[in-house]
């Protein structure tokens, strides 16, 4: 019974990563004959490419920025649509609902309202004298970094909310009513009660958050394709345009083993990322407890 999900693992899981760690030791890009270079492309990432160090902040910049806003944002709204709120089940779908979008879709139709000439939010904000020119909004890296968090919250906060939903509603409903009976205010009961018991909900969510948007690719190719001038590359698209020949970076060479070294590069620093917040989770728990 299992076996199916065994070759499925070996299939897309572990020959891919084989296959990256192979050629990132060799000059390869998919006709040519491949060059073994060693270490030389590794060497490459860490003295020679800049733009790859830019890419990877950009993409820690946009996750602990959204972090800070979606985080807060879902659980608030969680805690809002598990009360007895007329219309709650319809709210839980709407929010949910760009989840389910394509994200490609998504980008391509944020990209025609933020325009800067024919643009519907340039339009609105023209109208309410709110703005005296239109705004380039992907014109620098501060307007299109806003755009890239707006359009990444809209499309996944509504899965965290749905996380902490499934959380606040496991929480025995006799501990509101105690402590309504002791006094504790609806603040005091968030904090002394909706707060620690869907910790290991929230642990789990910003872990989710944070990879996920480490992962980051169709949204900025959509969006801005890593423009202004590459000031809004991510990690991942720019190692996409080094695997495959893309946009304006079609041009350029296709580089199998630098875009493989990139990958296990960025591989471990994603384990490093995981394995400091897992600790760090789990020194939080053992004070709590």
Known sequence: ?????????LLFSVYPIIWVIQWSLFNYNGFSEPIFLGLENFIRVF??????????????LIAGLKMLIE????????????GKLRGSAMFRVVYFLPSVFSIAVVGLIF???????????NAVLWETNLIGKNISWFGDKGHAMFVIILV?????????????????????KALYECASIDGASPLRQFFSITLPLVAPILQLVLMLSVLG??????????????????????????IFKY??????????????????????????????VTLIYLRISRRMQSIDE
């Open 71 to 82: 985080i807060p944002m879902a659980l608030i709204l969680a805690v809002v649509l598990n």
């Open 47 to 60: 003295t020679r490419d800049p733009s790859y160090w830019s890419a990877l902040g950009n993409t820690f």
């Open 213 to 238: 948007t480490m992962k980051m690719t169709d949204l900025i190719l959509v969006l801005t394709n890593g423009g202004p001038g590459g000031t809004t590359e991510v990690v991942m698209t720019y």
């Open 111 to 121: 990209s025609i309202l933020f325009s800067a000439y024919n643009g519907i939010v």
């Open 152 to 172: 990444s919250l809209w499309t996944t906060f509504g899965l965290n909310m749905i996380y902490f939903l499934m959380g606040l509603q496991n929480i025995p």
């Open 1 to 9: 019974m299992i076996l199916p999900m065994t070759i499925g693992f």
């Open 243 to 272: 695997f495959f020949a893309y946009g304006d970076n079609a041009a350029r060479d296709v580089q199998f083993g630098y875009a493989s070294a990139m990958s296990v590069v960025t591989a471990v620093i994603l384990g490093i």
